[in-house]
């Protein structure tokens, strides 16, 4: 039976999967220690309760973002009324109108912006070049417009904090960090086999044809763990000479995923330099840190001031196959470098860069709110 003074909350996404790491694993599980805590979600797998936090499904999400942000949307706002919960949180842009109909309600609304949109625009195919500046721009100005109304903005990198920070006094980096000790499984250097892994959203942009295509130049193997975007890529990269150095696992549990990390010497994050990756903070380059194993990444300011400043990794020109390559096979033809900056990226992530950390931010975010 729910307490009477517990206060109920609903997070809210028809994009992200129900077990999204930062959405459910993350904020929900943190929340739920305090808050009776619901999630919104949009997958077709009806309801579940896991941890305390309940799950309802709004049924199968539409194909395109205009029908999701038309049907999916306005399922979840109907939910979301039924529900009639203290406080919404929600995670998609195509959702801001019904957060802003949530508002006018009298609810107290958090947007989590895990994206910086705008620029997030122009590394989408399916738009004209011209075309791009002016719906980037509109885009923008239709999510400050909004942005305004919100109690909270929790943005998952500072640089986003930045630009909230000018319309919403109440925006915050809530940052994607890992979990402490979720993925290092403290296995032995001498155990690790001669791989590197990438993990994680496979696609152009992010760099998957350069990455295979450095294969060509070294010896060793890569574990490419995660789901194609595009079936057209997945087809042609298999053409490629790189491919047969790569073992493909497909999407895997967060377990499977740190047995993974634990037998390989390196992961990699080489995105492709576009305006939206260039300010972005990867999970995947802290996950890496926090499995004690050295980050091959790609060159931007930011990246390359996260991995140098903790001596934890190799910075390189992602656009580079040879560059890529060079990087791999000087992490793991040198263990003991190696297996330094893997410890050196432990340190950090006990440091500073964890969850635990994040969650006291939000905590507090919550507590503010509830307590007004």
Known sequence: ????????????????????????????????????????VADGLGFEEIDSIKIFD??????????????????????AIELDCD????????????????????????YDTHEDLPRQIYSKPYLNKYAKPFVAK??????????????????????IRDRFLKINENSIDINN??????????????????????IGGI????????????????????????????????????????????????YLSRKDMAIVLSSSKAGIVTFLPLPNH???????????????IPVIASNFPLWKEIIEENNCGICVNPESPEEIAEAIDKII??????????????????????WKIEEQKLIEIYKNLSDN
């Not at 459910?24 to 943190?30: D, I, N, P």
């Not at 709004?58 to 939910?79: C, T």
């Not at 195509?94 to 109909?101: S, Y």
């Not at 450095?214 to 053409?239: A, T, Y």
């Open 1 to 40: 039976m729910i307490e009477k003074h517990k206060i109920r909350i609903c997070h809210i996404t028809t994009v992200h999967p129900r077990n999204d790491v930062r959405i459910f694993h993350k904020e929900c599980k943190s929340l739920a220690k305090h808050y009776d805590v619901s999630i919104i």
């Open 58 to 79: 709004v049924g199968l999400r539409q194909s395109s973002r205009l029908k999701r942000a038309k049907i999916d949307s306005k399922k979840a706002l109907n939910k």
């Open 87 to 110: 406080l919404y949180h929600f995670h998609d842009p195509e959702l801001v109108k019904i957060a802003v109909k949530l508002k006018k309600k009298g609810k107290k609304v958090i």
């Open 138 to 159: 509109f885009v923008e100005w239709h999510e400050n417009k909004a942005a305004k109304q919100f109690d909270y903005i929790c943005c998952a990198t500072p640089f």
């Open 177 to 198: 960090y890992p979990i402490l000790h979720e993925l290092n499984l403290k296995n032995d250097w001498e155990s690790k086999k001669n791989t590197v892994s990438y």
């Open 203 to 250: 696609s152009d942009i992010r760099g998957i044809r350069e990455l295979i295509k450095s294969f060509e130049f070294s010896q060793f193997n890569l574990n490419l763990v995660g789901s194609f975007h595009d079936k057209d890529i997945k087809d042609e990269i298999e053409k490629y000479i790189g491919w047969k150095n790569v073992k493909f696992h497909g």
């Open 278 to 292: 260039i300010n972005a903070q990867p999970n995947k380059i802290f996950e890496y840190m926090s499995a004690g």
């Open 333 to 354: 033809e040198d263990n003991d470098t190696a297996k330094k900056m893997g410890e050196n990226g432990i340190i950090a992530v006990n440091k500073k860069y964890n």
